[in-house]
């Protein structure tokens, strides 16, 4: 077995200090930060990601195998800019204003961050120009938008107007998901996309960034 195996299986457990452990000795095999990330951390949540969307593993074991694989990004972040390695897009994350419901948008946002996206997650209680002002600093390819709150998910097509009045519409998909919000509801918000859970909101922003 390879070390980026490795890796991705210290992920897939949630073993945080073989995770740092075997990163710091893939970097001293000159292994490429590209092929660490790509190759083992990623693949490692990959598998995570999978197995959550099959109901295979649940929220806490998530959790670990994302602590594990942050273990190892620590080590690598500050080199993938200067190795010029892309990210898979650019997402900016937020839980709506008034609401203050946070583990479903937490769990989205590091199954992206697990899938190669860079994520700029904003917390709760977001407002319209907190959002605004993230897509446009950030460039964002992806704005997401969460509530649990029947009364707080009407501030969702506030926000998409902020967006459209900014002229941010064409540079940014917004995506919204939460308990109360259904696919009938983001089209009526206009938004792009609405995902049930938070294995699918992946494969949402995979499909959005694809065309």
């Known amino acids: 077995m390879d070390i980026l195996e490795e890796i991705a299986i210290g992920v897939e457990k949630g073993d945080s200090n073989s995770v740092h452990a075997l990163t710091e000795k893939a970097l001293t095999q000159n292994i490429s930060v590209?092929?660490?990330?790509n190759n083992g951390l990623v693949a490692g949540m990959d598998v995570i990601g999978e197995k959550f969307k099959n109901n295979?593993?649940?929220i806490p074991e998530v959790l670990i195998s994302a602590k594990a694989m942050k273990a190892g990004m620590e080590l690598i972040k500050p080199l993938l800019a200067k190795?010029?390695?892309e990210s898979k897009g650019?997402?900016?994350?937020?839980t709506v204003?008034?609401?203050l419901h946070d583990i479903g948008k937490r769990i989205v946002a590091m199954l992206l961050e697990g899938a190669g996206f860079e994520v700029t997650d904003l917390?709760?209680?977001?407002?319209?120009?907190?959002?605004l002002e993230f897509v446009e600093k950030e460039r964002a390819d992806i704005l997401g938008m969460s509530a649990l709150l029947t009364t707080t998910m009407t501030y969702m097509k506030e926000v998409i107007e902020a967006v459209e009045n900014a002229n941010l519409k064409q540079d940014v998909r917004v995506i919204i998901g939460g308990a109360p919000i259904?696919?009938?509801y983001a089209e009526e918000i206009k938004a792009d996309g609405y995902a049930p859970d938070a294995a699918?909101?992946?494969?949402l922003v995979k499909d959005l960034l694809k065309k």
Not at 34 to 37: A, D, K, R
Not at 200 to 203: E, F, L, M, Q, T
């Open 34 to 37: 590209g092929e660490i990330l």
């Open 56 to 58: 295979e593993v649940f």
């Open 83 to 85: 190795a010029n390695v």
């Open 90 to 94: 650019k997402v900016v994350i937020g």
């Open 97 to 99: 204003k008034g609401d």
């Open 123 to 131: 917390g709760v209680d977001v407002s319209k120009e907190k959002f």
């Open 182 to 184: 259904t696919h009938s």
């Open 200 to 203: 699918s909101a992946i494969d």
